[in-house]
């Protein structure tokens, strides 16, 4: 297999592997997130806030790798 194939399978490997971890982030997140909306429903408003800001940034993150693996595939 030439250089090139091996980045482009090297590149859809990473792509995969961050989207992983960002959706298995995501959703101990937001699992959290329903429990302690569960325990505590008048700070429901605070958590879903926090919630947010912290999924926002672990798609950030996701973004982040996704690029740097498809610019790693180009060269």
């Known amino acids: 297999m030439d250089p090139r194939g091996l ?3 090297g590149a859809g490997l990473g792509a995969g592997l961050a989207l992983i971890g960002a959706g298995m982030g995501i959703g101990r997140l937001a699992a959290s997130a329903m429990d302690g909306i569960a325990r505590q429903p008048q700070s429901a408003g605070t ?3 926090a919630m947010l ?3 926002g940034l672990i798609e950030g993150a996701a973004l982040f790798a996704l690029v740097i693996c498809f610019l790693l595939s180009a060269k």
Do not use: G
Request: charged share 0%.
């Open 53 to 55: 800001i912290a999924a």
């Open 47 to 49: 958590i879903q806030t």
């Open 7 to 9: 980045a482009f399978l």
